[in-house]
């Protein structure tokens, strides 16, 4: 009788290892010319490229023509490079393996300091809130005006209009004007230009209910590359004397960046 550890899966239960017979030769022959490939920065040979992959030199060269063929690959020369194609691949791989570092990270300092963590960038002209990690119980607040288009309401906002010059600021305000959204809200450029004139670097930004009656938020401004970024966290707003400690603790951890981290944020 097969153990527990042993026990095959029941008749009705697929197997999650793939069957050698389903498995398409071609495509893994093909995968391993793309393997080795892109391991010769200068480009090599099909001939060597079919002894690295233990390979016939005719069926190497008909898939490796195949590759080429379909952008995967590139010829010049006598010698194969990684094509378009495949460096689209790769670079989605990468913006992926990006994104996952700062949603992880969002998700630490959620639960260490206890509170809603937002990431966004100021990209082409409008403000982009890419991450937020929050919990039922510390749940993020809810959109209920856009956010691109009151940037002037919220902590996020304002610190990434914080860092952008005077004419991209005349800009955005042109696009999206001020509009009192609470009663706490700016009220008008004039002001909101002030403030944002005199919000002192890397410093974190605070608002009290202008986006959203009931919440406090803070913004610290995020430098990294040619990046304008901002991390921030909201609270209710019977809990405002929390806001400014755990945005210094945030802004702790930010400084404790690793370098992957760091470029994960600047692209």
Request: net charge negative; glycine share 6%; hydrophobic share 40%.
């Amino acid at each position: 009788m097969a153990t527990a550890d042993t026990a095959s899966p029941g008749p009705n239960v697929p197997s999650t290892e793939p069957n050698p017979t389903t498995l398409i030769g071609s495509v893994q022959r093909a995968m391993r010319l793309l393997e080795s490939a892109a391991q010769h920065e200068h480009g090599a040979p099909a001939k060597q490229l079919a002894r690295e992959t233990h390979l016939a030199l005719p069926t190497a060269y008909h898939l490796l023509r195949t590759l080429a063929h379909e952008g995967y690959l590139r010829r010049e020369k006598g010698l194969f490079f990684l094509g378009e194609a495949a460096e689209r691949l790769s670079s989605s791989a990468a913006r992926q393996k990006r994104r996952s570092t700062v949603v992880d990270a969002l998700a630490q300092w959620r639960d260490s300091i206890g509170v809603p963590v937002y990431y966004a960038v100021y990209r082409e002209g409008e403000i982009d809130v890419q991450c937020v990690a929050d919990t039922p119980a510390n749940p993020a607040v809810e959109e209920w005006a856009d956010f691109r288009e009151t940037g002037h309401a919220h902590a996020i906002g304002q610190c990434l209009l914080s860092q952008l010059d005077e004419e991209a600021r005349r800009d955005h305000l042109d696009r999206y004007p001020v509009q009192s959204i609470t009663p706490y809200t700016v009220r008008d450029d004039y002001i909101l230009l002030r403030r944002l004139d005199g919000a002192k670097r890397m410093q974190p930004v605070v608002e009290r209910q202008e986006y959203a009656l009931g919440t406090v938020c803070a913004a610290i401004p995020i430098t990294a590359g040619t990046t304008v970024g901002s991390m921030a966290i909201s609270l209710p707003a019977h809990q405002a004397d929390r806001l400014l400690p755990a945005a210094r603790q945030l802004q702790n951890e930010i400084g404790r960046l690793p370098g992957t981290l760091a470029l994960s944020i600047s692209i």
